[in-house]
């Protein structure tokens, strides 16, 4: 039920009931209008009618919220039930609903948000920088441990431990995981925790992790600026330390040709999919969500139009490319288009020789049933493919920067090479790939000299 109570000579308060709490407290949610002086009292009862319906309305469909009464933990639950849920990758979504519960509700959730000030906001960015903020110590794998996961396949502790390859490499190479990757894995293969695994004290967080925590908090204030609940966004008028992003990691000429000697001795699938990723700059969901429907021989083009990957929380997931550029028409060369066809056949004589057992799974990259290769999988057979013939560490994702690189030496404009990618801007190309653009630029001085010559200069 909505009343109105004045307040002064033209300024009314609305007030909606919403009955009482469990401890017999009457809940009351209010807002203040103010009436034009020239109404009559009559005009002015059925004006306050009217808004005080709107209001009722409103607070019963969720759309009120007072930036005053509100705090920012009640604001954020609102912010994922109506926005991010729907709107936001389910990658993105997990990575954000994780950085809240463990950092940043913890420490402002209580503050209303009209009462956030930039202060507030650089106490959190200030505790993020400290060495306790990860509330865990980090567990390292015992020889014990250790031993008894190199006897089993990886994608089988990945699947029983609902863990990336990533952490699995980390385990039996006893690298640092936290305490939730420790307790799932010894309830998993019954071991006491505190005989299987050493721990450690916790590191601080890295900056790039540090400047993403705030990027989240100020996302969320953004909305509740567009949504009128408040103002301005206090996180706008915070200075964060610089963060640099690390040179870009990735192979030379000589490089490639040393990985490619090696790689003749590898299965088709796999020669394919480094030939693939490397003539084309693919990133590893988009390699193993690519399906045969996706290439056209005739005009040697891919298709980019999905992504396949594995989210915590959701298992493997097909979604849309990370931005509208995602979505693109790559032209591959010659040798790859002709690579893939054999690869084709090969899978076709498979599939006839398997019948009924062949898995008919739609995408490219197969094991041998036919079964879909995990999403991790190009990350961790590359991982061991380099480790196997003593090769250059890189990772997976680092054949995209090796690709760039090899194009933007080679002369290729920027703009050509961003597309490519399927950078949402240019400038994010520019960025990232600025020392290669810079070593180029240096070519240019003796590009000039040659042409100088021709005329005798000096």
């Known amino acids: 039920m909505a009343y109105y109570e004045k307040r002064s000579k033209n300024t009314y308060k609305l007030v909606v009931s919403l009955g009482y709490d469990s401890s017999g407290k009457h809940k009351r949610v209010s807002k203040t209008v103010k009436i034009p002086d020239d109404m009559t009292q009559a005009k002015r009862e059925k004006e306050l009618n009217v808004l005080c319906v709107l209001f009722e309305k409103q607070v019963n469909d969720g759309l009120y919220l007072e930036g005053e009464k509100i705090t920012f933990e009640e604001f954020t639950e609102t912010w994922l039930k109506d926005y991010a849920n729907i709107n936001l990758s389910p990658s993105t979504l997990t990575s954000y609903k994780t950085k809240l519960s463990k950092r940043i509700l913890p420490a402002i959730g209580n503050i209303k948000l009209s009462k956030l000030q930039p202060n507030h906001l650089m106490k959190l960015y200030h505790s993020l920088n400290e060495a306790d903020i990860r509330f865990d110590k980090k567990y390292i794998s015992k020889n014990e441990l250790v031993h008894f996961l190199s006897n089993l396949k990886a994608q089988q502790i990945e699947n029983d431990c609902n863990i990336t390859y990533k952490t699995y490499q980390k385990l039996i190479n006893s690298l640092p995981v936290n305490y939730n990757i420790a307790q799932r894995v010894c309830e998993k293969y019954n071991f006491d925790i505190s005989k299987t695994f050493n721990y450690t004290n916790s590191k601080t967080l890295s900056p790039k992790t540090i400047r993403s925590h705030m990027q989240v908090v100020s996302t969320i204030l953004a909305a509740a600026v567009r949504w009128n609940v408040i103002k301005t966004n206090p996180a706008l008028n915070i200075d964060l330390k610089k963060y640099r992003k690390p040179k870009t990691t990735y192979y030379d000429d000589n490089q490639v040709a040393n990985m490619l000697s090696k790689l003749s001795n590898e299965q088709l699938m796999c020669q394919t999919l480094i030939y693939l990723t490397l003539d084309t700059g693919f990133r590893k969901s988009e390699v193993s969500g690519l399906t045969w429907e996706d290439i056209d021989f005739d005009s040697c083009k891919i298709r980019i139009n999905k992504q396949r990957l594995y989210v915590t929380g959701y298992g493997v997931i097909n979604t849309s490319p990370k931005t509208e550029a995602g979505t693109r028409e790559v032209t591959i060369s010659k040798t790859v288009i002709n690579l893939l066809k054999i690869y084709r056949n ?100 003796n590009k000039m000299d040659e042409f100088y010559a021709k005329f005798n200069v000096c």
């Open 346 to 445: 090969q899978q076709l004589e498979s599939k006839l020789k398997l019948g009924t057992a062949w898995k008919n799974e739609p995408y490219v990259f197969l094991h041998e049933d036919g079964s879909a290769i995990s999403p991790n999988f190009p990350y961790r057979w590359f991982t061991n493919f380099l480790k196997k013939y003593n090769l250059p560490k890189i990772t997976f994702h680092q054949l995209r920067h090796t690709n760039a690189s090899l194009l933007i030496s080679s002369g290729e404009d920027i703009v050509t090479v961003s597309g490519r990618l399927g950078h949402a801007d240019k400038n994010i190309t520019l960025n990232t790939y600025s020392h290669i653009i810079k070593s180029k630029e240096e070519q240019v001085a």
